[in-house]
């Protein structure tokens, strides 16, 4: 008997949703237009993320070997930096390496008498730390700075705090954005699907009327909210991921991001938090919507 209750129920939410196909409709386009602009926001944010995080990945501060260190010296040191938490990768340069990329550098210049007496000797060995978080930065070179034989550590402190600016205002931001937009997506989805309770008052009178209890009466309303937020859902992140991939064919072939060496986030690795994120929002849009609507005509 209960089965038969709960299939009837949803079988009712089915009915209403294609048969007041204009109010679907309405729906289903002012919850897709939200969708898109919160994915849109969303998928600007995570790249947004990614790439500060790439550059964070590849802001390395140079850790300065003593001339007189020994390889065994040299050895220690990489395995002591290698110990410190927050370091993501170490580099070695050897003083030969580094006379190499002084040439490199200076290659357009007339090195005969620019580098007249410039030996490999006289550049000393050094490590290139990357770290896993920038805001790691300063306590980081104080532990490398006590290791022995080394002399200095030269980092681009300026440059560090200004992309640790700039990403902590970046994720509040987008952040807040979000937030705005699922409140005024309530808001908007609601008052869409007050009109479809409006235009059925008489029924939910003449139900209310025979006895109808009001949670039998909410079921089937609450459904059409569900299968309105998953039809958006659905359209939504087609729509979004037919678009992504081709904005990021384009974007990927930029010579600035290329010279940077920086990638985007592909859409497969974003997809199922946005698929979870976008039904969580459809069926809760429309399951609230839906709650708030029918208060009015249950006299809850």
């Known amino acids: 008997m209960r089965y038969n209750i709960i299939s009837y129920l949803v079988g009712e939410g089915f009915r209403n949703t294609f048969k007041n196909k204009k109010s679907t409709i309405i729906s289903v386009t002012t919850m897709c237009l939200t969708m898109l602009m919160f994915g849109t926001f969303f998928i600007l944010g995570e790249n947004i993320n ?101 002399t200095e550590v030269v980092a681009m402190d300026s440059t560090i705090s200004t992309l640790e600016s700039i990403a902590k205002g970046i994720r509040i931001g987008i952040l807040a954005i979000l937030i705005a937009l699922i409140i005024i997506s309530v808001f908007i989805i609601s008052n869409t699907i007050k009109l479809s309770v409006h235009a059925r008052r008489k029924e939910i009178s003449i139900m209310k009327y025979v006895g109808a209890t009001n949670g039998f009466i909410r079921w089937p309303f609450v459904v059409e909210g569900m299968i309105i937020g998953i039809i958006a859902a659905l359209i939504s992140i087609i729509i979004v991921g037919f678009a992504y991939n081709g904005i990021a064919v384009q974007a990927v072939q930029f010579e600035t991001l290329q010279k940077l060496n920086i990638s985007l986030v592909s859409f497969s690795d974003m997809f199922n938090l946005i698929l979870i994120m976008y039904l969580a929002i459809g069926i809760g849009i429309g399951v609230l919507g839906s709650a708030m609507s029918m208060r009015k005509y249950l006299e809850v």
Do not use: C
């Open 50 to 150: 990614h790439i500060v995080n790439n550059i964070e990945e590849q802001q390395g501060m140079m850790v300065v070997i003593d001339k007189k260190a020994t390889e065994e010296q040299i050895t220690k040191i990489g395995e002591e930096i290698r110990k410190i938490d927050g370091v993501n990768t170490i580099e070695y340069t050897s003083q030969e390496e580094a006379y190499n990329k002084v040439r490199e550098q200076w290659k357009n210049v007339e090195l005969d008498n620019f580098l007249n007496g410039y030996t490999a000797d006289r550049l000393p060995p050094s490590y290139t730390v990357t770290l896993t978080d920038l805001s790691l930065n300063s306590s980081v070179q104080a532990q490398i700075k006590k290791i022995e034989n080394v």
